[in-house]
């Protein structure tokens, strides 16, 4: 299930948002997510290699002109920039380590990361190659700065708990680490970034890494606020866009 090469104005958005979304419907009625086991599984190891799809696509080397066509069906959510929404109900892409797109695409194919609305779109992905084509598409898309950012009045405290607690994973620049499959933060939106913090703190995102669940866990609502508006502020210049 493919749709390949739609408009990228305004009205093509429009359209794309209504195609994909039907699709989606149609898709999730004939085959629901499957369930496979997280973190609240006894024994659960984060990112364990177990030989499946992740693996393969992580040894491929991904096809640029073809993940940009793989990703048109992305655009309608994510937009054609791969900016994503402020509102924070599609994450902004731009930029991401393809390590960290193709572990998150296979959790939620796998279903060790709840996502029924993604759940459809990713398994649109014919194979692994295709998987690996649309990471490494992702990970060339310039990452904006106009991104969704929070009320901007503890960002003493964020600064302070990120030096703490963050940076030794996402780095100063909230660039992450492409080999250890730790995201990307900077450009993110401030409203995506407290809705996962959230469902990691809470258990929710099934597919969390058990170190950050220890330190979120303890922060109190106002501590986690804050933290985000500083992560939301944070810019990668060389993945930047270029004025």
């Known amino acids: ?21 039907a699709l989606a419907g149609a898709a999730f009625a004939q085959a629901p997510p499957p369930k496979a086991a997280g973190i609240e599984s006894e024994g659960y ?7 499946g799809e992740k693996e393969l696509a992580l040894t491929l080397k991904g096809d640029v002109v073809n993940g940009e066509e793989a990703y048109e069906i992305c655009g309608g ?3 054609p920039s791969g900016s994503g929404r402020p509102d924070g109900t599609f994450p902004q892409l731009a930029g991401q380590h393809k390590s960290v797109v193709i572990k998150q695409i296979a959790d939620i194919r796998a279903g060790r990361r709840d996502n029924p609305i993604m759940y459809p779109f ?14 490494a598409y992702i990970q060339t898309l310039p990452i904006p700065s106009d991104n969704g950012k929070g009320e901007g ?3 003493e405290l964020g600064a302070k708990l990120y030096a703490r607690d963050c940076v030794v994973c996402h780095l100063d620049h909230g660039q992450g680490d492409a080999e250890k499959f730790f995201p990307v933060l900077a450009g993110q939106h401030y409203k995506y ?6 469902d990691i703190a809470e258990g929710r995102r099934r597919n969390a890494n058990p170190d950050m669940v220890k330190v979120v866990k303890t922060y109190s609502p106002a501590e986690l606020d804050a933290v985000v508006d500083y992560m939301s502020r944070l810019e ?8």
């Open 45 to 51: 190891v984060w990112n364990k290699m177990e030989g």
């Open 193 to 198: 970034l407290l809705r996962q913090i959230n």
């Open 122 to 135: 990713a398994k649109t992905l014919t194979d692994q190659q295709e998987l690996a084509d649309v990471a």
């Open 236 to 243: 990668w210049p060389e993945r930047a866009v270029k004025n």
């Open 77 to 79: 959510c994510h937009l």
């Open 153 to 155: 009045g503890a960002l």
């Open 1 to 21: 299930m493919k749709i390949r090469h739609l408009p990228t104005t305004h009205f093509g958005l429009a359209v794309a948002a209504c195609l994909t979304t």
